[in-house]
């Protein structure tokens, strides 16, 4: 028996090993060589660095702006992230306890919109909001926002709706005799009560929010607006195979959302796979 | 009802639906369906003239060598993708539920690279193809690994196929435990009571009662594929010799970069549909192969 306990676990042991080896391989290259310089990376670049040299992160860090884009990117996803909360949360909750035809009508639509791929969108949106409002021009970082807002809410609204389904009515009810209208039973009993959900759909929307590139490179022509992901997007042009800056430059721009995984692993595998299942 | 009620009512409606309403017509409904619009226009840039143009645009796309090129391409890659992706993704998910110690650190590392944008994956699959890789081909001599991948045709393809599935594959697995967890302990023992072995089981009970988990993995690895632009871009920018240049990135020039946006809109138009097609066809079709436990 004991023998037969050890090859099955050696059976599941070894391909998970060679694929924890595959999957993390990436960023052990990437730690490593944010250290060495060009001739270094180009001698050796599975070698650990001879020295440990934290000047060039700080050349890097002045010559992205780092503080500047990481502010931007903040804004641009807190902001945009808390108001797809809060509206998608007050829509599902209505459309759930207040069932008509223009509900579900409104529902079915928001669930159909998300097989519209962006690409369909980004012309119109580029020509509406920048040749005819010219929010581009005077607004960008709203603009995006509320895009963002738009984008983010038909798969919130999915998740939140079926989640309202399973809080039972009566407590609503209960807060009514009390005394609550609509609005207060939804902020004081409901909105609360929807917190678990609420951690899925931020998690899943930083995910994307954060790291889009496409949507702002359309919108944020600016530099002082740019985000990471676009001004990663220039450091690269501007150094071209110039390893040594273009590596620590892209371990930067990762590292804030790799820091934010480290504490909250958990809760985000957990949010990711429930809001799969939905 | 009274007046008064109804008029409650309207105020609550707008209160709740509202913001939400118009922030998603704002982003969505108004440009989707201005975007049909533009592609009976004879529209090219921002500040052209928008003349009636009827069905010009649609005869141009469909006679876009191109356009039908990055499409060819892009099934490849959405093939390609969802194969693997899929099958690494279960595998994966069938390794870190087997009930040994340490399955949550496994988890968390399968998952990490989801945490980055696709323009960050290509820059950091570009220092290993172009960089690493090669040093590690001319050390032991392995052609294979010597050539650069990125400035090969059919070896660029290839190399986006290996990002995609690194990206993806933790994200499916997710998805693949919260599926494996919900298959009923009962039907599992029962079955290796009835004397089924390992890949009996697998193959007869696990995968079966799997089929809704695959709906929502396959679904995901199908849209994302057919919207791939990020990585495209950063990883090969379509080259070499746009060998590698997705539909997505093909509208984007076409609009953007060749300053046309009637035509650019009608392939992209067109994308659409081939998406809400296959995706339809899709969901359908596996939607008949659930089983109930």
């Known amino acids: ?278 | 009802m009274t007046g008064k009620s109804r008029i409650h009512r309207l105020a609550n409606q707008a209160f709740f639906m509202g913001p939400t309403a118009l922030f998603f017509a704002t982003a969505i409904l108004i440009p989707f369906a201005y975007g049909f619009y533009l592609t009976l226009t004879s529209i090219t840039s921002p500040v052209s003239p928008v003349e009636f143009a009827g069905f010009a645009n649609y005869a141009k796309a469909f006679q876009d060598k191109q356009f039908w090129d990055s499409m060819w391409l892009t099934l490849k890659y959405v093939g390609g993708t969802i194969a693997f992706v899929n099958a690494i993704g279960f595998a994966l998910a069938f390794l870190v539920t087997s009930g040994m110690r340490g399955q949550n650190f496994f988890r968390t590392a399968f998952f990490t690279p989801n945490l980055i944008g696709g323009l960050m994956l290509g820059y950091i699959w570009q220092f290993i193809f172009v960089q690493s890789l090669p040093s590690v081909g001319e050390k032991l001599g392995i052609e294979a690994l010597r050539l650069g991948w990125l400035g090969d045709e059919a070896l660029a393809f290839w190399a986006l196929v290996i990002v995609t599935i690194w990206k993806s594959a933790g994200y499916m697995m997710i998805i693949f435990i919260a599926g494996l967890i919900a298959v009923p302990r009962d039907v599992i023992e029962a079955s290796t009571i009835d004397g089924a072995g390992p890949w009996r089981r697998l193959t007869r009970i696990t995968l079966p009662l799997m089929v809704p988990a695959f709906v929502v993995t396959v679904f995901l690895t199908l849209k994302d594929a057919f919207m791939v632009y990020d990585l495209n871009y950063s990883l090969t920018e379509g080259g070499p010799y746009g060998s590698t240049k997705m539909v997505s990135m093909h509208v984007v020039q076409k609009a953007f970069v060749e300053t046309n946006y009637g035509l650019g809109q009608s392939e992209a138009i067109l994308l659409f549909v081939i998406v809400a097609v296959v995706t339809g066809l899709q969901v359908y079709f596996s939607k008949k192969w659930e089983v109930q436990a």
């Open chain 1, 1 to 278: 028996m004991p023998v037969r306990k050890m090859s099955s676990a050696s059976l599941t042991l070894l391909p998970l090993l060679a694929a924890f080896v595959l999957f993390t391989f990436p960023f052990f290259l990437l730690i490593v060589n944010s250290f060495k310089s060009n001739g270094e990376i180009l001698e050796s670049p599975f070698a650990l660095p001879q020295s440990v040299d934290l000047g060039r992160f700080a050349d890097v860090v002045a010559k992205m702006n780092f503080l500047v884009t990481f502010k931007n990117t903040f804004v641009i996803t807190s902001v945009s992230v808390f108001f797809i909360l809060l509206f998608s949360a007050m829509t599902a909750h209505y459309l759930v306890r207040n069932p008509s035809r223009f509900a579900n009508g409104f529902f079915a639509l928001m669930v159909a919109s998300m097989i519209i791929p962006f690409q369909s969108i980004m012309i119109p949106l580029v020509y509406i909001y920048g040749a005819k409002l010219h929010l581009i021009d005077t607004a960008p970082i709203p603009l995006l926002i509320a895009l963002y807002i738009g984008f983010g809410s038909a798969l919130s609204v999915f998740i939140y709706h079926g989640f309202v389904k399973s809080i039972p009515l009566e407590l609503e009810e209960a807060s009514f005799i009390d005394g609550c209208t609509p609005r207060q039973s939804f902020f004081k009993i409901v909105l609360p009560m929807l917190m678990p959900t609420s951690v899925t759909i931020a998690i899943l929307n930083v995910l994307w929010i954060w790291n889009d590139y496409l949507l702002p490179s359309l919108v944020l022509v600016k530099e002082e607006v740019y985000t990471m992901p676009i001004k990663m997007k220039v450091f690269n042009g501007t150094y071209m195979n110039n390893w040594e800056l273009l590596i620590p430059a892209i371990l930067l721009t990762i590292l804030p959302i790799l820091i934010a995984y480290l504490f909250g692993q958990r809760f985000i595998i957990k949010g990711v796979m429930q809001g799969a299942i939905k």
